[in-house]
C-alpha cells in the first residue's frame, strides 16, 4: 500500500511540474551563450552558423515552453450562469420566480417580491405577487395557463375612463381608480399604473420573443 501510495504521489507530483523557463530566463540563457561565442575566435563563415544555431535553439526552448505551460482556471472558459433570485423570492411566491428571473437577467432591479392584493381578485386563480423594481412597481396575476389569459375582456366605462371590467368566461370584475395599463404575456396579467414601465414592458417581451426567434 506504502508504494502504491509513493507512486501516485509522484505521478501527482509530476503532472503539476511546470515548465521554468520564462522570458527572462530564456534571455539570460541566450546571452550566456552569445558571451561564449565571442570569447571564442571564429573561423570564416563560423560567425553565420553560430547565429543560426542560437536562434534555433531559442525556438525549440520557447517552443518547450508553451507547449508545457499548465492551463489555469482563467484560460477555461465558464458557462453562463443565471443570477440566484432566491433571496427574492418566497416559497409561497414561488410561481413568481420565472418572471423574476427573466427581469434580472435583462438587468432589472427588483426588490423581494410580496404578496398582492390581486390574490383572489379572479375566482379562477389566487396566485398574485407585487413586484417593485427600478422601472415601477407592477402587480401579476398568474393562471393556469396562457389560454385563460387570452379569454380576458378589458374595457372602460363610458362615463368613467377609469373603471375597467375584466371579463373571463365564468365571471366579470371591476377595476377602479387612477389610469391603469394591463399587458398580456403568457399566463400572466400584469396590472401597473406607470405607463414608463408599461413601455418597458413591452420591449422586454419583444426582445426577448426576438431572441427566441
Known amino acids: 500500500m506504502k508504494r502504491a501510495l509513493d507512486q501516485n504521489g509522484i505521478h501527482h507530483h509530476r503532472r503539476n511540474r511546470t515548465n521554468r523557463w520564462t522570458g527572462a530566463a530564456v534571455a539570460r540563457f541566450a546571452s550566456s551563450l552569445v558571451r561564449r561565442s565571442c570569447s571564442v575566435t571564429p573561423w570564416p563563415g563560423q560567425d553565420v552558423m553560430r547565429l543560426l544555431w542560437l536562434f534555433c535553439l531559442i525556438g525549440l526552448v520557447l517552443t518547450g515552453g508553451c507547449g508545457s505551460r499548465p492551463r489555469t482556471a482563467s484560460s477555461v472558459p465558464s458557462a453562463s450562469q443565471k443570477t440566484d433570485i432566491s433571496n427574492l423570492v418566497p416559497n409561497d411566491l414561488a410561481f413568481a420566480k420565472s418572471f423574476v428571473q427573466l427581469l434580472v437577467d435583462s438587468g432589472w432591479v427588483v426588490q423581494p417580491v410580496r404578496p398582492s392584493k390581486l390574490n383572489g381578485f379572479f375566482l379562477q386563480t389566487n396566485k ?19 389560454a385563460d389569459v387570452e379569454q380576458i375582456q378589458i374595457t372602460q366605462e363610458r ?13 366579470t370584475q371591476r377595476m377602479e381608480g387612477s389610469a391603469t395599463y394591463f399587458t398580456k404575456h403568457g399566463n400572466m396579467l400584469i396590472v401597473t399604473i406607470d405607463a414608463h414601465l408599461n413601455d418597458a414592458l413591452n420591449q422586454l417581451f419583444a426582445s426577448s420573443a426576438a431572441g427566441r426567434a
Do not use: C
Open 159 to 171: 362615463s368613467n375612463l377609469h373603471i375597467y371590467i375584466l371579463k373571463t368566461p365564468t365571471e
Open 128 to 146: 398574485a405577487a407585487w413586484i417593485d423594481t427600478d422601472k415601477g412597481i407592477m402587480e401579476v396575476v398568474f393562471f393556469d395557463n396562457e
